[in-house]
């Protein structure tokens, strides 16, 4: 499977510029999105897949919290019992404000770290958030 | 005399043939437009929305797009739909002195996979190829937008007589991009009338009448209507993680935005002044006959448009399992895994369906189908692969495939109208209101479907494995306790005996260990086999 950073000219880092993001996908999407092949004898089929990879790849690199699923990849996550107390009582002060500053910090370490305990937390506090939109 | 040169099989169609119009098929009013050199115009007449049947007028067949079999007079939502857009594809034969074959139709927004394949189909019917199906607002985007050549994130609000859309929308360099949309294909000035109707104690014609010359002030009258589609504005935003005030500009679409109340509402919740300068009542059409001339010339704008509500799978229990979310942009396609839940199963059957709900009931039912011949393995060990793919159109496709043995068994997904046409348009809303009991609903599911996969798996390995008669009455004591339990809705419960269960049959792992698939089994409690 093609690297979701390399499709579009990006450093494989959790800090990319938005901008620049934008400009490969419409640059990729100018040339294979299926509307560009509907007057073509070329291979519409193909030129969709490729598409839909795009829009897939941008929708995960687009979104922080994807983003850094995405670095983490497939393996397992696992919370330690203390990880877990500390963000229950987080989630317990109930201040959706405090939550948010804290994500935001964990961003900023995530950048820096790429581990997993990190994302284990902005996960557990953004599934809170979620929650307390309800 | 200079010779054109054109690589082999890509010499271009003569001229004759490519004439492909643009329609707007409205509840109240429909359009046909051409568009040449990016400059639209609308060919002939507005046309009403209505036909005549065994004498009888039929308005506003759009709003029952949504269940395309239910006759009415006789014929089928897609039936008449088709003799509205004949009628429109002749009217541009007589005005172009041509063959009429080609066209983009638009749909609102909010229109789910059921409405969408209705007007496609209503189109064939009519003797139209569909080049493509595009959003109503998108189209207006892409005429406001070129006409004025604007940039930036904008905001296009579409209530026309039967449906309302919002869309928020970039432009930028020539690629129109939806960033969110959100709708009710129930709600438009149909409704608006009706209420009036309702409070005067005249028909909805005569309403219709006194709202149009505004003869009275009904503002109380529609005022939960209006708020509601600020609602909808609302959430819009909130899917796009945007504010109001990063919205440059509301572009006004449909007749029913005239209304003064509307305006007023827009401009409160957004915090700067409608955009009204373009007709209405016109730009969805010549939005759609911009991107008729692109599809069959070419062109320097790009539309990327989205899925306006989520698509998912029926799993265990009646829960739904979201494979592609709202706001995805389209074409996509997702893959998901799932897997057998009692031993030697052979068949899946797969529900495909679409909405923000927990529960499959809550959402329309697109498609039912069964997946047969998966070789008998124990639970949980088949791996069947299932894939959605979203076309360009906003249509699905799906396809399941074990992949073990490699049988696959693919469908176009055909709608079996599950839902009655009420439950469609209430959708997110609900979503949003019953999201905490859905919650709660789904997490029970789950425990009990963890807890159904555990005694299942564990039956099998009990006639399998000799345990000493402790062991084996201890385990067989919680098992029925657990089965007891089940019965009820006591979450805490089942949790807590399935993790008992799990203890006590650490042992029985261990045995198994020593056995035949030793290798795979290693360090594994029962449940995670």
Redesign the interface.
Known sequence: MQDYFKIFGLKRQFDINPEKL?DAY?EL??QF????F????QNEAEA??K???Y??A??TLQNPQKRAEYMIGDEKLEASPELLMEMMELRESGNVDDVKKEIAKLYKQFAKTEDKETFVRIKYLSRFIE?SK? | MLLQIHEP??TPLPHEEEVAVGIDLGTTNSLVAISREEKPQIIGDILPSVVTINGKEIHSIKRRMNNPVEKVEGQTPVEISAEILKILRLQAEDALGKEVKKAVITVPAYFDDTQRSATKDAARLAGLEV??LINEPTAAALAYGLDKSVEGIYAIYDLGGGTFDISILRM??G?F?VLATGGDTHLGGDDFDAEIAKITGCNVLEARKKKENAELDFDDAIMPLVQKTIEICKAALSDAELSANDIKGVVMVGGSTRVPLVQKLVEGFFGTKPLTDINPDEVVALGAAIQAE?????SNN???DVIPLSLGLETMHDIVEKVIYRN???????EQEFTTYENDQTGMIIHVVQGEREMVADCRSLAKFELTGIPPMPAGVARIKITF?V??DGLLTVSAREEKTGIEQKIEVKPSYGLQPEQVEKMIRDS?EN??TD?EARLLQESKTEAERLLNSLKLYLERYNLTSAEHESIISIVKDLERELQGSDRAKIDDLREELNHKTETLAQKIMDGEIKKVLEGKKVDEI
């Open positions: 934008d419409f999407q100018r999105h299926p509307d560009v509907k007057n073509s004898k969709m897949q598409s839909a990879l829009n897939l941008y929708k929650e309800n | 099989g890509e080049l493509r930028k360099k690629v991009q692109a599809l069959t010339h070419g790009l539309l990327l995805t942009p389209i074409p996509c396609s997702y793919n076309d360009a949003m999201a905490r919650m």
